[in-house]
């Protein structure tokens, strides 16, 4: 099937990687946050929530 996209692109990164890796890869892991427009990336509360519960342990800020 088609692949169901939100709007919170890090949801999209962590529902990617347990279909691709499984959800005990996330463990310990690290995310990397940027936007292209030059402003400060951070994720939103819901999406820090859901980065805490897979157990993500490193968020990564950038600009381009």
């Excluded at 939100?6 to 499984?22: L, N, T």
């Excluded at 996330?26 to 990336?41: D, E, P, Q, T």
């Amino acid at each position: 099937g088609l692949p169901v996209y939100s709007i919170h692109a890090e949801i999209d990164s962590i529902q990617f990687a347990i279909k691709k890796y499984g959800r005990r890869a996330l463990i310990g892991a690290s995310i990397y946050v940027y936007r292209k427009n030059g402003n400060l990336a951070k994720p939103c509360p819901c999406c820090l929530s859901v980065i805490e519960m897979m157990g993500i342990s490193e968020i990564q800020y950038s600009k381009l």
